[in-house]
């Protein structure tokens, strides 16, 4: 295990374990969507974001093409960022409510953000051995925040990866015993508290599925438990 998170980022962000993502994301940099085609993407794998003595762990799925695949900083500078930060700053952990880019004064206060996998995948969709390629950073860095009380996993597949990650611990735990819902809560064998939410995706906030109601519901939440 990386002896820090500066540590293991500087070994994350230097990764081509998987073919198909590095491609991907590198193609994505060079041919840019015609909004950003004057930004410089960053175009490798993501690494986490916020207080490393935080108490809450946000997880997702994966960086954005043009998100955080171009900024650099999970959810950043995408539809997914501008339905979750305004959330978090009203739920008192961000420190403005807008995110557009790494260096934009943005912090996290008792939270931190990362993801199952680090680098952008081909419609949002990563292969199950892709998944397994990246669990050990994600192991690495779910070790180092130390002070962790409350995850809240955005997606199935964020919440299936703490699931994983607690079974590539020791615990013996059946995933079907933790059904992921929105607003689900579960009381996990290492004593954190495990909160599912449906992910802030365009797909989920535009049709309705996911409201800003339901979504700061969970957040607040959390800041209950972590008090």
């Known amino acids: 295990m990386a002896v820090d998170l500066t540590v293991l980022n500087n070994e994350l962000t230097a990764c081509v374990r998987c073919e198909r993502l590095t491609v991907y994301r590198e193609r994505i940099g060079r041919e840019k ?3 950003y085609i004057d930004h410089e993407y960053w175009a490798k794998p993501v690494p986490g974001f916020g207080d490393t003595k935080a ?5 997702g799925l994966a960086p954005g093409a043009h998100g955080s695949n171009r900024t650099g900083r999970p959810f950043t500078g995408d539809g997914s960022g501008n339905f979750l930060y305004p959330v978090l700053y009203e739920t008192g952990f961000a420190s403005q409510p807008m995110a557009t880019a790494i ?4 912090k996290l206060k008792d939270m931190y953000i990362t993801s199952v996998v680090k680098c952008a995948p081909p ?3 990563p292969l199950p051995e892709e998944i397994v390629r990246c669990a050990p950073f994600l192991d690495s860095e779910l070790q180092l925040l130390k002070r962790v009380r409350v995850v809240v ?3 199935k597949i964020g919440f299936d990866g ?4 607690l079974k590539r611990q020791g615990c013996a735990i059946k ?4 059904p992921f819902g929105h607003a689900v809560e579960y009381e996990m064998p290492n004593g954190i508290i495990l909160l599912g939410s449906y992910h802030p995706s365009l797909q989920n906030t535009n049709t309705g599925k996911l409201t800003k109601a339901m979504f700061s519901k969970v957040f607040r939440r959390a800041r209950q438990l972590c008090v």
Do not use: E, P, W
Not at 55 to 59: G, N
């Open 33 to 35: 969507r015609r909004a």
């Open 55 to 59: 108490r809450v762990l946000v997880l």
């Open 123 to 125: 419609q949002n969709k």
């Open 162 to 165: 703490y699931i994983s990650f």
């Open 103 to 106: 260096n934009d004064g943005m």
């Open 175 to 178: 995933r079907a015993d933790f």
């Open 153 to 155: 996993a955005l997606g």
